[in-house]
């Protein structure tokens, strides 16, 4: 090799092709890296991923549950997808999936007696509400005092956390099981189930909604551009008229409002109670989600089915294998990880040159 | 006057602080050499459960506990140059490479104790933790030789840890560097200071210490592993590092005062008060979040956190 260095050069353009190889080459070596964890825990990686990909679609059953894990990791991708195009940093989804579903049982336990054509919709603008006005915090700090929202909005979600389960645990906890969890909604604020005997729920449909009000807010309305020139240079968005500071907090509560709404629809289409486990940690999937996507709609709709797949299908070769379900976790950081590389490669060439 | 039930248990209340605080001067110290050189590890989380799972495993393996701990700081410091690999040769966005290893991490960490160790159902293997060493007449000063006094090994080291830090990070060359590189890395680069070297190496020791730390709770506070051990205290490391602006001397007074938080709470649930002890669990997070607010009009972040360093040449 003498004689030859590496050197790295910025592309002038980033790669438009390698735009979207990247992501694609980026989630195979992840599953190829992945299998080096599947196969140390004794089972074959072949076995293993026809047992993810056969447990998360191979029948109707676990095809509507892969639709059921969906729906929230779709809300909170896009989520995170609109704070991080005007480059708000909001890493508090999970935060404000909490707020929103705390906000939506309140008023869903409390709704008894309207109907649901009026009920679903009022509550789901009471998770929206609550989602945003959580966001609304370290949005406000950071335009006003120039707090960093990084550390705000991570904070935030364990503020959050604690302060549901303080509630759970206290004025509202269940006083015939003692359970730390609200009281049983309102029938009539019972999300809709869509396919019987599943639990393919209503919001499954909301989801693909906000999804596609965020395709049209990005390529069809001013704010959307507006978004998009906050995100590639703000000082000069200023200097063109943008008002940056209340873009971005309406942005911040958009994205906490969307958040919002997958705590409602853990409420309203799985468990009809707030409880203290409402998430997982969707809100920090939606950061993998938003950035194997690249900040785009339509990708944002495939790399949350994608996380929903490996979230099912690994319970599922959980189940087969006797592989650990932590698993699911490992994949989707090693996505992201070597998503990284690939969006290196996408911005920067790489070369071999004579010294 | 205070009686001596009172006294014996302020004691107890006072040591039972210092055990808590023991993981977050560790993860606080390794966070605030990441930050000082300009590198938000958001890792620190999945690095804390990385050390508690391989420190258990090691110490469980061999019996040698402090052969765990060994393992702990091994594995931390090799994360930790994962992380600089992303955030500095890459210049990935360091809180989203962050995220993702503390994600891949939090699962590993598990997934690694699980393939391990085979499932007998019942009580999970466990170790008997590091015990306490007394120090000779020390110890005997009452109330503050039960509470510094009468600890475990990795606590004073912790203890020694601070000064060192403050010592390195103050008065040495290597310390100047870390500063020079997180305020201005090209006015650092110019001065003939190696950037990319520095990030690594404060990384490696961010790494290190988070997973000492992380390591502490496996082997010194409960004996064993469970997944999520941590708490999401990398996240109170995260919110001290700022609380303490960033000055390791500081750290051990905040990180008592977290960890007293969290020891006057035990106490009160242990006597049977119903008293909701979230709000205490939420309080580092909420005196940071104010502690941000009171100190944003002067901000003393380090200048070039959050952004990755490229040499244009």
């Given at each position: 090799?003498?004689?030859?260095?590496?050197?790295?050069?910025?592309?002038?353009?980033?790669?438009?092709?390698?735009?979207?190889?990247?992501?694609?080459?980026?989630?195979?070596?992840?599953?190829?890296?992945?299998?080096?964890?599947?196969?140390?825990?004794?089972?074959?990686?072949?076995?293993?991923?026809?047992?993810?990909?056969?447990?998360?679609?191979?029948?109707?059953?676990?095809?509507?549950?892969?639709?059921?894990?969906?729906?929230?990791?779709?809300?909170?991708?896009?989520?995170?997808?609109?704070?991080?195009?005007?480059?708000?940093?909001?890493?508090?989804?999970?935060?404000?999936?909490?707020?929103?579903?705390?906000?939506?049982?309140?008023?869903?336990?409390?709704?008894?007696?309207?109907?649901?054509?009026?009920?679903?919709?009022?509550?789901?603008?009471?998770?929206?509400?609550?989602?945003?006005?959580?966001?609304?915090?370290?949005?406000?700090?950071?335009?006003?005092?120039?707090?960093?929202?990084?550390?705000?909005?991570?904070?935030?979600?364990?503020?959050?956390?604690?302060?549901?389960?303080?509630?759970?645990?206290?004025?509202?906890?269940?006083?015939?099981?003692?359970?730390?969890?609200?009281?049983?909604?309102?029938?009539?604020?019972?999300?809709?189930?869509?396919?019987?005997?599943?639990?393919?729920?209503?919001?499954?449909?909301?989801?693909?909604?906000?999804?596609?009000?965020?395709?049209?807010?990005?390529?069809?309305?001013?704010?959307?551009?507006?978004?998009?020139?906050?995100?590639?240079?703000?000082?000069?968005?200023?200097?063109?008229?943008?008002?940056?500071?209340?873009?971005?907090?309406?942005?911040?509560?958009?994205?906490?409002?969307?958040?919002?709404?997958?705590?409602?629809?853990?409420?309203?289409?799985?468990?009809?109670?707030?409880?203290?486990?409402?998430?997982?940690?969707?809100?920090?999937?939606?950061?993998?989600?938003?950035?194997?996507?690249?900040?785009?709609?339509?990708?944002?709709?495939?790399?949350?089915?994608?996380?929903?797949?490996?979230?099912?299908?690994?319970?599922?070769?959980?189940?087969?294998?006797?592989?650990?379900?932590?698993?699911?976790?490992?994949?989707?950081?090693?996505?992201?990880?070597?998503?990284?590389?690939?969006?290196?490669?996408?911005?920067?060439?790489?070369?071999?040159?004579?010294? | 006057?205070?009686?001596?039930?009172?006294?014996?248990?302020?004691?107890?209340?006072?040591?039972?602080?210092f055990r808590?605080a023991a993981p977050l001067i560790y993860g606080t110290i390794g966070e605030a050499f990441a930050e000082r050189?300009?590198?938000?590890?958001?890792?620190i989380?999945?690095m804390m459960?990385?050390g508690?799972?391989?420190?258990?495993?090691?110490?469980?393996?061999?019996?040698?506990?402090w052969?765990?701990v060994g393992?702990a700081a091994?594995?931390g410091m090799?994360?930790g140059?994962?992380?600089?690999?992303?955030?500095?040769?890459?210049?990935?966005?360091?809180?989203?490479?962050?995220?993702?290893?503390?994600?891949?991490?939090?699962?590993?960490?598990?997934?690694?104790?699980?393939?391990?160790?085979?499932?007998?159902?019942?009580?999970?293997?466990?170790?008997?933790?590091?015990?306490?060493?007394?120090?000779?007449?020390?110890?005997?000063?009452?109330?503050?030789?039960?509470?510094i006094?009468?600890q475990h090994a990795l606590i004073y080291i912790g203890i020694i840890l601070v000064p060192l830090a403050a010592f390195i990070l103050f008065k040495t060359?290597f310390g100047?560097?870390i500063?020079?590189?997180?305020?201005?890395?090209?006015?650092?680069?110019?001065?003939?200071?190696?950037?990319?070297?520095?990030?690594?190496l404060c990384?490696a020791i961010a790494g290190g210490l988070s997973a000492v730390g992380g390591a502490w709770?496996?082997?010194s506070?409960?004996?064993?592993?469970?997944?999520?051990?941590?708490?999401?205290?990398?996240?109170?490391c995260?919110?001290l590092v700022?609380?303490c602006?960033w000055s390791p001397l500081r750290i051990l007074g905040g990180a008592l005062?977290?960890g007293?938080?969290?020891?006057?709470?035990?106490?009160?649930?242990?006597?049977?008060?119903?008293?909701?002890?979230?709000?205490?669990?939420?309080?580092?997070?909420?005196?940071?979040?104010?502690?941000?607010?009171?100190?944003?009009?002067?901000?003393?972040?380090?200048?070039?956190?959050?952004?990755?360093?490229?040499?244009?040449?």
């Amino acid at each position: 090799m003498a004689g030859f260095k590496i050197t790295v050069e910025r592309r002038l353009l980033p790669s438009k092709k390698l735009e979207i190889a990247a992501p694609i080459l980026s989630i195979l070596v992840a599953l190829a890296i992945s299998a080096i964890p599947i196969s140390q825990g004794g089972v074959n990686p072949i076995t293993g991923y026809y047992e993810l990909f056969y447990g998360a679609l191979g029948n109707k059953l676990s095809l509507t549950e892969t639709f059921a894990m969906f729906s929230p990791l779709l809300l909170c991708g896009v989520a995170v997808a609109l704070a991080f195009t005007c480059k708000f940093w909001n890493i508090g989804a999970e935060g404000q999936l909490y707020c929103g579903g705390l906000v939506a049982a309140f008023f869903a336990v409390n709704a008894g007696g309207l109907p649901a054509p009026v009920a679903i919709p009022l509550m789901l603008v009471a998770g929206f509400l609550g989602g945003g006005a959580w966001a609304a915090v370290p949005a406000v700090l950071k335009v006003k005092l120039k707090v960093d929202e990084v550390v705000t909005t991570l904070l935030g979600n364990w503020v959050m956390y604690y302060l549901v389960s303080a509630i759970l645990f206290g004025p509202w906890r269940n006083p015939k099981t003692g359970w730390p969890e609200s009281p049983i909604i309102a029938d009539s604020t019972f999300y809709p189930i869509l396919v019987p005997g599943s639990r393919f729920h209503f919001g499954i449909v909301v989801s693909l909604l906000i999804a596609v009000a965020f395709y049209i807010i990005l390529k069809k309305t001013k704010w959307g551009f507006e978004l998009l020139a906050i995100g590639g240079n703000p000082a000069s968005s200023q200097a063109m008229g943008i008002s940056v500071a209340r873009q971005i907090v309406l942005a911040a509560i958009v994205s906490g409002g969307i958040a919002g709404l997958a705590g409602v629809g853990q409420v309203a289409g799985i468990h009809y109670h707030m409880k203290t486990d409402l998430s997982p940690g969707f809100g920090y999937t939606g950061v993998v989600i938003a950035m194997v996507g690249g900040l785009n709609p339509i990708g944002v709709v495939l790399a949350s089915f994608l996380m929903a797949v490996v979230v099912q299908g690994t319970q599922a070769m959980h189940r087969a294998t006797g592989v650990p379900w932590a698993l699911a976790e490992v994949i989707q950081g090693i996505i992201l990880l070597c998503l990284l590389v690939g969006i290196f490669f996408t911005k920067y060439r790489v070369r071999r040159v004579k010294a | 006057m205070t009686s001596p039930t009172e006294l014996v248990m302020i004691t107890s209340i006072l040591a039972m602080a210092f055990r808590m605080a023991a993981p977050l001067i560790y993860g606080t110290i390794g966070e605030a050499f990441a930050e000082r050189c300009g590198v938000l590890n958001l890792g620190i989380e999945g690095m804390m459960l990385m050390g508690a799972s391989a420190g258990f495993l090691v110490g469980y393996g061999t019996g040698d506990l402090w052969l765990g701990v060994g393992a702990a700081a091994v594995v931390g410091m090799m994360l930790g140059l994962v992380m600089a690999f992303f955030t500095v040769t890459l210049g990935a966005q360091q809180h989203v490479a962050g995220l993702g290893m503390t994600i891949a991490c939090t699962g590993l960490s598990f997934y690694i104790y699980r393939i391990s160790i085979v499932d007998v159902g019942g009580v999970p293997p466990h170790v008997k933790p590091f015990g306490t060493i007394p120090i000779p007449y020390l110890s005997d000063i009452p109330v503050l030789g039960d509470v510094i006094f009468n600890q475990h090994a990795l606590i004073y080291i912790g203890i020694i840890l601070v000064p060192l830090a403050a010592f390195i990070l103050f008065k040495t060359r290597f310390g100047l560097s870390i500063r020079a590189v997180g305020e201005n890395p090209s006015a650092a680069d110019t001065a003939g200071i190696n950037v990319f070297r520095i990030r690594y190496l404060c990384l490696a020791i961010a790494g290190g210490l988070s997973a000492v730390g992380g390591a502490w709770l496996s082997l010194s506070q409960s004996g064993m592993f469970l997944p999520g051990l941590t708490q999401g205290r990398g996240w109170v490391c995260i919110a001290l590092v700022v609380f303490c602006n960033w000055s390791p001397l500081r750290i051990l007074g905040g990180a008592l005062l977290f960890g007293g938080i969290d020891a006057l709470q035990l106490t009160m649930q242990g006597i049977g008060w119903r008293v909701p002890y979230q709000l205490f669990l939420m309080m580092p997070y909420v005196l940071t979040i104010i502690a941000l607010v009171a100190v944003a009009r002067r901000a003393r972040a380090p200048a070039a956190l959050l952004s990755s360093y490229k040499r244009e040449d």
